[in-house]
């Protein structure tokens, strides 16, 4: 709330304005807060963070898509797909960054890529564009990082 607070407060000083939409936001009862600190650590990390945008629980460092107490959550995607909805995950990072992977996976430790990315397989989700082609690799192709043979491209592309 301290946020909005500021934004008044500039509108008002910094542009003589006497009301401004931040206060009809407030009166009319248009704000929700959210918090996305993590359960088990004062600091969050963007696994915890990214679980509580997505799945509305809070989750240990290093989760993803799963609450404090072991629940797995039911995410925005999976809601969609259940639907018959079309998906897609966009990101400038590694798609299996814990960020993005929030929004689909269930695993306990966001280093976990191969789990990460076989949950994207099952989910078949329209459009997946992200960085990371090390881990969609197979071990013995060049700039791989992967620890199997699996090739993942070749799982998506079928």
């Given at each position: 709330?301290?946020?909005?607070?500021?934004?008044?407060?500039y509108s008002r000083?910094?542009?003589?304005?006497?009301?401004?939409?931040?206060?009809?936001?407030?009166?009319?009862?248009?704000?929700?807060?959210?918090?996305?600190?993590?359960?088990?650590?004062?600091?969050?990390?963007?696994?915890?963070?990214?679980?509580?945008?997505?799945?509305?629980?809070?989750?240990?460092?290093?989760?993803?898509?799963?609450c404090a107490d072991?629940?797995?959550?039911?995410?925005?995607?999976?809601?969609?797909?259940?639907?018959?909805?079309?998906?897609?995950?966009?990101t400038n990072a590694?798609?299996?960054?814990?960020?993005?992977?929030?929004?689909?996976?269930?695993?306990?430790?966001?280093?976990?890529?191969?789990?990460?990315?076989?949950?994207?397989?099952?989910?078949?989700?329209?459009?997946?564009?992200?960085?990371?082609?090390?881990?969609?690799?197979?071990?013995?192709?060049?700039?791989?990082?992967?620890?199997?043979?699996?090739?993942?491209?070749?799982?998506?592309?079928?």
């Amino acid at each position: 709330m301290t946020h909005l607070e500021i934004a008044r407060q500039y509108s008002r000083l910094v542009h003589n304005e006497g009301f401004v939409i931040v206060d009809k936001v407030i009166k009319e009862g248009s704000v929700g807060v959210m918090t996305t600190h993590a359960a088990d650590a004062l600091s969050t990390d963007s696994a915890a963070a990214a679980t509580a945008l997505a799945g509305g629980c809070k989750a240990n460092v290093g989760a993803l898509g799963m609450c404090a107490d072991g629940t797995l959550t039911i995410s925005a995607m999976e809601l969609a797909r259940r639907r018959g909805m079309r998906l897609g995950l966009i990101t400038n990072a590694t798609i299996y960054d814990a960020s993005p992977a929030a929004f689909v996976c269930h695993v306990p430790n966001r280093r976990d890529y191969a789990a990460i990315i076989e949950r994207y397989l099952d989910l078949a989700p329209d459009v997946l564009l992200g960085g990371g082609k090390d881990q969609f690799l197979p071990k013995g192709k060049p700039g791989s990082r992967r620890s199997d043979d699996v090739d993942m491209v070749a799982a998506f592309e079928k």
